[in-house]
């Protein structure tokens, strides 16, 4: 075909198409907006985001940032006199307490509000294995696992969490959140799913929940912790429903564990699948950091174990280890799974190395339930674990205390509503293995300068202003 043909071919071809075209052109025109109303709508967006944002602002709910310089400590940072003033003032300005006078000088900030917990986000090894990967491999393939992000690194280490784990396989995850998010919007779809899910379960589990909803599965929140609760649920659900009951295992606002013997009890009786996050629980709880099942001895009596990698091993990402049916389906069904990018190399080859050190340096676990006895003994609170909760109950109160700590060099956040009931405001603690015993004898002094009076988490947990706030919750789903 000569050049003068196919030419007068394509001409031809265009011409044929060119009403069609013209008449598509003019419709588009038609129906796309001018510039005024484009305009409008734009400034109708920002008026309900500047809305939004004021309304926080006057509710003392507008969080900000505050950027902070890291040391060769994993528990200390560096900070300038600027930002240092611009967050404690933050913190005054709500709680009523003292600006912070003007100076000129950094300070180091111990940090007792971090999820480290066995403070391995610098140790030697795990910064090797990530430096290593980096240099070797980069980021690693970036594309989703299952369209070719999947390395044998990612596989070696599915196979070392599921020994972990004492399960038949593993998946790993973008983080902790998209995993328990798959889990639940994932496994409880359609009208014959039922969720049973504790009333302090985390947000990612809450938003799940609300995924399966949509998807005409059925929520039943039961009260915290509270067994003949979720057995007046279970026996009220017929026995042909597909029933999973899900709770963190560490809840971490309260540090208190999930009643794992009694949910197994109730499992053997009535047959559901028992999901069990152990977010803040893994690597830090069980004689091997197999977590909280560990520890209760019951890891064989758990369906499911979810967990992440940013917490206890001190790198990036998330994890669900069970079956390996249990793999293959939320290979393809969990959207959060399917739709995001394999986790990076050097966040995979550090979590690696989490495991080896916490199996060859035993003392790490034992040093950081020693800080947990130690500060629980120092300002004669009962304590469960590295998520220390001291409730003051107002709010003012935990603020003014929160900012008096961080002049003195300790950070240690306020928790307020909503994230817990009202009347229920506290300062929370998270120890990590890397705190010496100097650095928490040295909060505990500074926390009873604060001359704070602290209410007994028993009485928090069955207060009527939990039960109030589980309501609220429910009512937003």
């Known amino acids: 075909m000569t050049e003068a043909v196919w030419l007068s071919r394509k001409c031809k071809h265009s011409c044929d198409f060119l009403p069609f075209r013209l008449s598509m052109l003019a ?3 038609q129906q796309r907006p001018t ?15 500047s809305n939004s944002v004021n309304r926080l602002e006057s509710a003392n709910l507008l969080r900000t940032l505050h950027p902070v310089s890291t040391t060769l400590s994993p528990v ?8 240092l003033k611009e967050w404690h003032d933050s913190i005054a300005d709500i709680s009523g307490s003292e600006h912070l006078v003007n100076s000129q000088v950094s300070m180091r900030l111990k940090l007792f509000s971090l999820n480290d917990y066995m403070g391995l986000s610098q140790h030697p090894a795990i910064c090797k ?6 240099t070797h491999c980069g980021m690693g393939p970036r594309s989703s696992a299952l369209v070719g992000g999947y390395t044998q690194m990612h596989q070696d280490l599915e196979t070392s969490l599921a020994a972990l784990k004492g399960t038949e396989d593993c998946l790993l995850f973008s983080s902790g959140f998209a995993a328990n998010l798959a889990v639940v919007s994932a496994l409880c779809q359609g009208p014959e799913a039922v969720i ?3 009333e302090l379960n985390h947000a990612s589990i809450i938003d799940g929940c609300r995924l399966a909803i949509r998807s005409r599965g059925t929520l039943q929140v039961y009260r915290h912790n509270d067994m003949a609760h979720l057995e007046q649920l279970l026996a009220a659900c017929p026995s042909s429903n597909r029933k999973l009951v899900i709770t963190d295992s560490l809840f971490s606002m309260d540090g208190d564990f999930a009643d794992l013997p009694g949910l197994v009890c109730l499992r053997r009786q009535y047959g559901f699948a028992l999901a069990l996050d152990e977010a803040h629980a893994t690597l830090v709880a069980g004689q091997a950091g197999g977590g909280a099942a560990e520890m209760f001895g019951v890891a064989d009596e758990v369906d499911i174990h979810i967990g992440t990698l940013s917490k206890g091993f001190g790198s990036h990402g998330g994890f669900v280890a069970g079956s390996s049916i249990l793999k293959s389906f939320l290979m393809n069904k969990g959207r959060s799974y399917v739709f995001s990018t394999a986790l990076p190399l050097p966040a995979v080859a550090a979590a690696q190395a989490a495991i080896h050190v916490c199996h060859q340096e035993p003392e790490r676990r034992q040093n950081l339930w020693e800080r947990v006895q130690q500060l629980g003994d120092l300002l004669g609170v009962a304590v469960q674990s590295p998520v220390i909760p001291l409730v003051v109950g107002d709010e003012a109160t935990a603020l003014a205390a929160s900012a008096q700590l961080l002049k003195k060099g300790f950070h240690v956040p306020a928790i307020r509503p909503p ?17 010496t015993a100097e650095d928490v004898r040295r909060l505990a002094e500074a926390i009873q300068e604060c001359n704070l009076c602290f209410l007994p988490m028993d009485q928090v947990l069955s207060s009527a202003a939990t039960r109030a706030l589980s309501s609220k919750m429910l009512s937003k789903l």
């Open 27 to 29: 419709q588009d025109t």
């Open 196 to 198: 049973f899910s504790d």
């Open 419 to 435: 994230t817990v009931p009202k009347n229920t405001s506290r300062l929370r603690v998270s120890l990590s293995a890397a705190h």
């Open 76 to 83: 200390e940072v560096e900070i300038n006199h600027v930002t």
């Open 129 to 134: 294995a990530a430096a290593e990967a980096a």
């Open 35 to 49: 510039a005024h109303q484009s305009a409008g709508e734009s400034t109708q967006w920002q008026r309900w985001l």
